[in-house]
T-cell receptor, first 111, second 119 residues
Framework: SQQGEEDPQALSIQEGENATMNCSYKTSINNLQWYRQNSGRGLVHLILIRSNEREKHSGRLRVTLDTSKKSSSLLITASRAADTASYFCATGPTSGSRLTFGEGTQLTVNP | DTGVSQDPRHKITKRGQNVTFRCDPISEHNRLYWYRQTLGQGPEFLTYFQNEAQLEKSRLLSDRFSAERPKGSFSTLEIQRTEQGDSAMYLC?????????????????FGEGSRLTVL
């Protein structure tokens, strides 16, 4: 079963705009990660935020984590057509080593 | 720079046949994961190895599925008596097992996947 639920399921924006994707999860976590997947390819890790962190930045990416609400958001600023992909959140449990992925958000950035 | 490699990339088989996928992780990684992904869905966890030990196995993994990592390096995933519902992308990932303890599993490095089509 999937731990995370991404919202929205699909997002279409124009180049230069910001894109925000949200992830909610159900159980306690050690960390939350975001991955990107181009169509038909493997997943690529973007960023990891630990359970004791509230915000993290990496280039044009900004991730927030609210453990009290069991939610996270990924913000991509100044989007580019090359950002078109599916984005998944994944949660790392407090015990065990499996990462559990959400259903994903399909982002389309129109040139 | 050799990442995670998977073979074959595509496999078409008839229902009832057996198939085997191979995954070669990044050489210094001691953890290896198998996931299954169907169209429009997120990856679903199947199983996980630390070195040669299979430490976790999903309830999704029926008796027809078996995975091995005999020498703690490459891994194989075999599906016996394939069914049409097994059609999916099978993803392998590896990681360094040092990100443990309080902050759990670290970054996974994924291969390009093996796409299975069962006719």
């Amino acid at each position: 079963s999937q731990q995370g639920e991404e919202d929205p399921q699909a997002l279409s924006i124009q180049e230069g705009e910001n894109a925000t994707m949200n992830c909610s999860y159900k159980t306690s976590i050690n960390n939350l990660q975001w991955y990107r997947q181009n169509s038909g390819r493997g997943l690529v890790h973007l960023i990891l935020i630990r359970s004791n962190e509230r915000e993290k930045h990496s280039g044009r990416l900004r991730v927030t984590l609210d453990t009290s609400k069991k939610s996270s958001s990924l913000l991509i600023t100044a989007s580019r057509a090359a950002d078109t992909a599916s984005y998944f959140c994944a949660t790392g449990p407090t015990s065990g080593s499996r990462l559990t992925f959400g259903e994903g958000t399909q982002l389309t950035v129109n040139p | 720079d050799t990442g995670v490699s998977q073979d074959p990339r595509h496999k078409i088989t008839k229902r009832g046949q057996n198939v085997t996928f191979r995954c070669d992780p990044i050489s210094e990684h001691n953890r290896l994961y198998w996931y299954r992904q169907t169209l429009g869905q997120g990856p679903e966890f199947l199983t996980y190895f630390q070195n040669e030990a299979q430490l976790e196995k999903s309830r999704l993994l029926s008796d027809r599925f078996s995975a091995e990592r005999p020498k703690g390096s490459f891994s194989t995933l075999e599906i016996q008596r394939t069914e049409q519902g097994d059609s999916a992308m099978y993803l392998c990932a590896s990681s360094l097992g040092v990100f443990s303890g309080r902050y759990g599993t670290g970054e996974l490095f994924f291969g390009e996947g093996s796409r299975l089509t069962v006719l």
